[in-house]
């Protein structure tokens, strides 16, 4: 099956510093998520981004579908994103049931 | 955008008791529901995919006695976990799409839960 690769595992940043986190998948896919799971385990949509860039507030993700890998961008960190980003594809071409990375845990220090 | 409402969100029970978990899609009708097990520091998993009308499918190495699914309106989803064991305390999540396949999945706030 398709394996999803989610890098750095942890990250630490100072506020107000840029990151940017990287998802790797290994076969071809039609769509791709980027959620922030907050501290209560809430899955928080962030971006759906099948291919090319989106942009939200200080957040960005920029999805290149041929070369099979994701990334999400977020400058000038606050303490509130804080938490576990986790990118996800669907498990096959029907596109129902998704299979998640490992995630990447951030922590923004004031 | 599209909400899922999961209740409860957190929930102790005893051992060898059941607790049913409801999934609902607030704003739009899901023929096809998820249900995913997330243990302490780890990633989601799916455990199940919820068919209105019709039976559920389980993935490999989920006991369908265990976790019965029951998927009876275009709305609704529940997941009970019978028979609770402490190794059953996990973080249950259920998620939706309002379109179908390779549409943006959109995911309930999850139910903790705690088996003593």
């Known amino acids: 099956g398709i394996q999803v690769e989610q890098s750095p595992p942890d990250l630490i940043l100072q506020e107000g510093a840029n990151s940017t986190l990287r998802c790797n998948f290994s076969?071809?896919?039609?769509?791709l998520q980027w959620f922030h799971q907050n501290p209560w385990g809430q899955l928080i949509n962030l971006f759906y981004i099948p291919s090319g860039t989106k942009q939200n507030g200080r957040l960005s993700a920029t999805t290149v579908a041929t070369e099979r890998y994701s990334l999400l961008y977020i400058s000038s960190s606050q303490t509130t994103d804080s938490g576990v980003y986790f990118c996800?594809?669907?498990?096959?071409?029907?596109?129902?049931?998704?299979?998640f990375g490992k995630g990447t845990t951030l922590s923004v220090s004031s | 955008g599209a909400v899922v409402s999961q209740h409860p969100s957190r929930v102790i029970c005893k051992s060898g008791t059941s607790v049913k978990i409801e999934c609902r899609s607030l704003d739009f009708q899901a023929t096809t529901m998820f249900w995913y097990r997330q243990f302490p520091k780890q990633s989601l998993m799916l455990m199940a995919t919820s068919n209105e009308g019709s039976k559920a499918t389980y993935e490999q190495g989920v006991e369908k006695d265990k976790f019965l699914i029951n998927h009876a309106s275009l709305t609704l989803s529940t997941l009970t976990v019978t028979s609770a064991h402490p190794e059953d305390s996990s973080f249950y999540i259920c998620?939706?799409?309002?379109?179908?396949?390779?549409?943006?999945?959109?995911f309930g706030q999850g139910t903790r839960l705690t088996v003593v």
């Open positions: 998620s939706a799409q309002r379109g179908g396949g390779n549409t943006e999945a959109f």
């Open positions: 996800a594809v669907p498990f096959n071409q029907a596109g129902t049931a998704l299979i």
């Open positions: 076969d071809s896919v039609n769509n």
